[in-house]
């Protein structure tokens, strides 16, 4: 038996079927009626005035920090995907990368105090594996010095603050519908926001840029339209969000359960005001008091036929696309270089089956115990 990583949650194929069939006959097949039910639906859940899709979530990331009109220094955690960053640089902006928190391994609010100067223009915020940063915190910080404040929400369409739904925090947050993510389009993005002047200008940016009438270009923009055919499997996952992520929350409760106590492991903090989305179960593994280390139990359980991811590794500062600053930032982000070599994600979808989970606790049980 291989327990892939991640393997995507999909309704049953009529689920899609007469969206599919009535997109195929209307000649119709981008950022049509089934794009625009999309929007509504992930506006209506997340609560929020606005949706616009995207064809993914890197398209949204790139297009809102250009629309937000963001330059010189943009804030943003080293310890994330590298899509954050890449949206800042492909906008000729310098990315400013700040540590983590260790327990929650989210963006920590007093490094990104201390890392603003007069150039800084914004922040970007992550939910880092769907769970939400300190937003409260972040929204101070970014109305006490007049800064853009958004976030890359790729991971977390689902996740909840103090009652409220991801989604309408800071100026936009922009989603991730890929195939790894707990509901997915198979690709797409989503942006959402209470701004209409920002929506609109969305809208025309993902379509080249162009003006209502068409012809005329209003801005610089990308080809970013979400396909009526991606927002047909988005629509009718949305249906199922509540479902995939109750049991991803719950097998994650389960895993924790099985693998608490072992010397070295620990968690993702998850404060009592906010939920998750439950897109990976990562777990730290400290080399000096676990039995393996985190590669050693990695490589350990690939050999059992159970795949994991180190996530996310290296951080966003080490890549070698990011060697303009590395010499900058290396070495200066303790926790989020200590995370990167100690996290890991093991297998979790919203079909896993229990008995599975138990399955790759116990072998992990086994190596580390
Ligand atoms: C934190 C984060 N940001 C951005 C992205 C990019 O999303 P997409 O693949 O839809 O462009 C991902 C995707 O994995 C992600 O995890």
Redesign the pocket.
């Known amino acids: 038996m291989v327990y892939p990583i991640i393997r995507p949650t999909l309704p049953d194929f009529s689920e899609v079927e007469a969206d599919l069939r009535a997109i195929w006959s209307s000649g119709m097949l981008t950022t049509g009626r089934v794009v625009g039910e999309l929007e509504a639906m992930v506006a209506g859940y997340c609560g929020v005035e606005h949706c616009v899709a995207?064809s993914?979530?890197?398209?949204?990331?790139v297009l809102t920090v250009k629309a937000l009109g963001l330059s010189g220094e943009v804030i943003l955690p080293s310890f994330?995907?590298?899509?954050?960053g890449h949206?800042l640089v492909w906008n000729g902006i310098e990315p400013v990368f700040v540590d983590c928190l260790p327990g929650t391994y989210n963006i920590d609010p007093e490094a990104a105090r201390a890392a603003i100067t007069p150039r800084t223009t914004g922040i970007v915020g992550?939910?880092?594996f769907g769970v939400p940063p300190e937003l409260g915190a972040l929204e101070s910080l970014a109305a006490e010095h007049g800064l853009a404040l958004m976030f890359?929400?790729?991971?977390a369409l689902g996740a909840t603050w103090q009652g409220r739904r991801a989604g309408g925090f800071g100026r936009a947050e922009?989603?991730?519908?890929?195939p790894?993510?707990v509901i997915t389009a198979a690709?797409?993005?989503l942006v959402t926001t209470n701004d209409g002047a920002l929506a609109g200008a969305l809208r025309q940016m993902r379509d080249y840029g162009k003006s209502a009438d068409g012809y005329e270009m209003a801005h610089i923009g990308l080809n970013a339209r979400q396909s009526e055919l991606h927002a047909a499997v988005g629509k009718a996952c949305m249906r199922h969000a509540e479902a995939y992520i109750g049991h991803r929350l719950a097998m994650i409760a389960r895993y924790q359960a099985a693998l608490s106590g072992l010397p070295g492991v620990s968690f993702q903090h998850v404060g009592d005001d906010r939920t998750g989305s439950g897109?990976y179960m990562v777990m730290r593994v400290s080399g000096a008091e676990a039995r393996l280390s985190r590669d050693g139990l990695y490589e350990a359980l690939a050999e059992r036929g159970i795949h994991t991811k180190k996530y996310?590794y290296p951080p966003l500062h080490l890549h070698a696309a990011y060697g303009a600053w590395r010499q900058k930032y290396e070495g200066r982000l303790p926790q989020t270089e200590r995370l990167s070599q100690e996290g890991i994600a093991i297998p979790l979808y919203g079909h896993i089956a229990p008995e599975d989970c138990d399955i790759i606790a116990a072998a992990i049980r086994d190596l580390l115990g």
């Open positions: 995207m993914s979530c890197t398209s949204g990331l994330t995907f590298a899509a954050t949206a992550v939910y880092v890359d929400s790729a991971q922009v989603f991730s519908m890929s790894t993510k690709e797409g993005g897109n996310f």
